[in-house]
């Protein structure tokens, strides 16, 4: 049974930074793409990151480009979103997200992720 439990959400001043986790649990972790998502209230839920299976292949959403960096350590079944230059229109629910099946591309369409967090309130203050 997979679950991810993601933390480091909360509240930060614009130009602030937090950096979330995503800890797994129930398959090999080194297997499946990691990514995270984000949603704001009254939108859809939209891709931020993710990374392939062994940390090298990353794909960023435009948004976030320059100001965000994903991250995994298999070691420790854990992937990362360290997100710097916070905006206000960062704050969202953040989820962290785990491929269905075995690969190595990053897809941005959350219908290829099977398995979700619990999600982690992110809100930036202007």
């Known amino acids: 049974q997979v679950q991810l439990v993601e933390s480091g959400g909360g509240l930060v001043q614009a130009g602030g930074s937090l950096r979330l986790s995503c800890a797994a649990s129930g398959r090999t972790f080194s297997n499946y793409v990691m990514a995270w998502f984000r949603q704001a209230p009254g939108k859809e839920r939209e891709f931020v990151g993710g990374?392939?299976?062994?940390?090298?292949?990353?794909l960023l959403a435009d948004a976030v480009k320059g100001r965000f960096t994903i991250s995994r350590d298999n070691a420790k079944n854990t992937a990362f979103l360290q997100m710097n230059s916070l905006k206000s229109e960062d704050t969202a629910v953040y989820y962290c997200a785990q491929r269905t099946t075995e690969g190595i591309i990053v897809h941005t369409d959350r219908w290829k992720y099977r398995y979700w967090g619990q999600g982690t309130q992110v809100t930036v203050s202007s």
């Open positions: 990374i392939g299976g062994t940390g090298v292949s990353t």
